[in-house]
């Protein structure tokens, strides 16, 4: 069965440093997408980064990017000079790709609570 | 560019009662998934709708039933509410064969069972 993992419950960061957020997968499918979420506490979902499981490069967006480590079924979140605005629950998700592209559902992890410090 | 939205932002219900939850997706988005997310939980996934007909479906009893019009926007169905069913529901909008982009989500309804 597919599965996403979040071992961090919670995490601190001081501003302006960079904090690592850990995600694990586990699929037999050989084509996924690997999706991070950003939510804060008003409840929106906002999109923040994408890997797909035939990328050669890991992602990058702004002062995102994705650690992907395919050999480990890992897709760590780096987030770069961290602002007190990056306070928020962070969720790692996967999607399986069928054939013929046919969209699928999102499998998500239990989340990471950030909180940056001044 | 209107994204997703969703009506009501808030509901109080009683067990025992149905309710409907509302969803239009981005402009150009033809797929339309709902998910659950309970307090302190990742979202769940609960069907997924496409062409007014539903494609996949999570792990929710037939309490839990769906529709999409032609116009693309969807409802969400839940009969004889349990103190349970208490939760964000949010609705994520895509384009379908376009696996490599994400989905777009709303700002989700929240609603209580008393």
């Known amino acids: 069965a597919q599965k996403i993992t979040q071992t961090q419950p919670g995490m601190f960061v001081q501003e302006k440093e960079a904090v690592t957020l850990d995600c694990t997968y586990d699929?037999?499918?050989?084509?996924?997408?690997l999706f991070w979420y950003k939510q804060p506490s008003s409840g929106e979902m906002i999109f923040l980064i994408y890997?797909?499981?035939?990328?050669?490069q890991n992602a990058t967006e702004g002062r995102y990017s994705l650690n992907f480590q395919k050999a480990r079924k890992s897709a760590n979140l780096v987030i770069s000079a961290s602002q007190l605005g990056d306070s928020a629950m962070y969720f790692c998700?996967?999607?399986?790709?069928?054939?013929?592209?046919?969209?699928?559902?999102?499998?998500f992890g239990t989340g990471t609570l950030l909180a940056v410090q001044p | 560019d209107a994204g997703v939205t969703q009506s009501p932002t808030h509901l109080i219900k009683t067990r025992g009662q149905q309710v409907t939850l509302r969803c239009s997706p981005k402009?150009?988005?033809?797929?339309v998934s709902w998910y659950q997310q309970a307090l302190g939980q990742g979202p769940q996934f609960i069907f997924q709708?496409?062409?007014?007909?539903?494609?996949q479906r999570g792990n929710f009893p037939d309490r839990f039933s769906g529709h999409q019009f032609p116009n693309y926007s969807s409802e969400l169905n839940v009969n004889a509410l349990l103190l349970g069913d208490s939760a964000l529901y949010l609705c994520?909008?895509?384009?379908?064969?376009?696996?490599?982009?994400?989905?777009?989500f709303g700002d989700g309804t929240r609603l209580s069972i008393l």
């Open positions: 699929t037999s499918d050989p084509s996924y997408g």
């Open positions: 890997q797909g499981s035939y990328d050669q």
């Open positions: 709708y496409y062409e007014e007909e539903e494609r």
């Open positions: 994520a909008s895509s384009l379908d064969g376009y696996s490599n982009q994400p989905q777009h």
């Open positions: 402009s150009g988005h033809d797929t």
């Open positions: 998700a996967m999607r399986e790709a069928r054939i013929g592209g046919a969209t699928n559902k999102l499998i």
